[in-house]
C-alpha cells in the first residue's frame, strides 16, 4: 500500500520569495506522483505529474517539482510566488495501474505581502 | 464538456436521515472514483468504478454508504442513517488513461449533517 507525508501542514512566506513544499511517499511498486491545488472554495485542479523521464517537471505558472527515487521524494518548490498561490496544495501517489490516488494531507501555503 | 459535475453543491441534513450525490464524469472518461475529505485532511480514497463495474471499495465505505454507476455513465452515492462524523466534502474525479492525462475532480458536495 502506498503512503503520503507532507511534511508542513502550514508554510507561511512573503509575496516574491522562494518556497518549498514537502512531500515524502512509500511504495513496494513503482508509482506515479502528482500535485493538486486547492484554492478557497474550489475544487482540485492538477498542478503538476511524473510519469517516467525526465525527474525534473514544471507546471505553467512557475511551480516545479523532483522525483527522487532514492530519497522517495517529490518536493514541489517555486522560486518567487505571489499573492495568488494561496491556497492548499496536495501531493498524491498512484500506482503504475493508475487505479486511485492516495493522497498527503495538506499543506496550507500562506502568502504575507 | 465542462468537466465533471457534481450535485447538490451543499446538503444539509438532520441525523438519521438519507442523502443521494450525484456525480456526471466527463464523457469520454471509463473511471470515476469518489473521495472524502474532511477540514484539514487530504482527500480519502471511497470506491472507484471502471464502467459500470465497481472495482475497489475503501474499508471507510461503511454498510451505509452504497455507491452506482449504471450504465457507466454518471454515478450516485447514497449515505443511509447519516450521523455527524458523516459530515465532509465528497468528491468525485473522472479519467481515462490517467497515468497521462490525470484526474479530473469536479466541485465536490459538501455535506453537513446536524
Known amino acids: 500500500a502506498q503512503s503520503v507525508t507532507q511534511l508542513d501542514s502550514q508554510v507561511p512566506v512573503f509575496e516574491e520569495a522562494p518556497v518549498e513544499l514537502r512531500c515524502n511517499y512509500s511504495?513496494?511498486?513503482?508509482?506515479?506522483l502528482f500535485w493538486y491545488v486547492q484554492y478557497p472554495n474550489q475544487g482540485l485542479q492538477l498542478l503538476l505529474k511524473?510519469?517516467?523521464?525526465?525527474?525534473l517537471v514544471e507546471s505553467i505558472n512557475g511551480f516545479e517539482a523532483e522525483f527522487n527515487k532514492s530519497q522517495t521524494s517529490f518536493h514541489l518548490r517555486k522560486p518567487s510566488v505571489h499573492i495568488s498561490d494561496t491556497a492548499e496544495y496536495f501531493c498524491?501517489?498512484?500506482?503504475?495501474?493508475?487505479?486511485?490516488?492516495?493522497f498527503g494531507q495538506g499543506t496550507r501555503l500562506t502568502i504575507n505581502p | 464538456d465542462t468537466g465533471v459535475s457534481q450535485d447538490p453543491r451543499h446538503k444539509i441534513t438532520k441525523r438519521g436521515q438519507n442523502v443521494t450525490f450525484r456525480c456526471d464524469p466527463i464523457s469520454e472518461h471509463n473511471r470515476l472514483y469518489w473521495y472524502r475529505q474532511t477540514l484539514g485532511q487530504g482527500p480519502e480514497f471511497l470506491t472507484y468504478?471502471?464502467?459500470?463495474?465497481?472495482?475497489?471499495k475503501s474499508r471507510l465505505l461503511s454498510d451505509r454508504f452504497s455507491a452506482e454507476r449504471p450504465k457507466g455513465s454518471f454515478s450516485t452515492l447514497e449515505i443511509q442513517r447519516t450521523e455527524q462524523g458523516d459530515s465532509a466534502m465528497y468528491l468525485c474525479?473522472?479519467?481515462?488513461?490517467?497515468?497521462?492525462?490525470?484526474?479530473?475532480f469536479g466541485s465536490g458536495t459538501r455535506l453537513t449533517v446536524v
Open positions: 468504478f471502471q464502467n459500470e463495474a465497481q472495482l475497489e
Open positions: 511524473y510519469l517516467s523521464g525526465s525527474t
Open positions: 498524491a501517489v498512484s500506482d503504475q495501474g493508475a487505479q486511485k490516488l492516495v
Open positions: 474525479a473522472s479519467s481515462i488513461i490517467a497515468e497521462i492525462y490525470g484526474y479530473t
Open positions: 511504495s513496494s511498486v513503482s508509482v506515479y
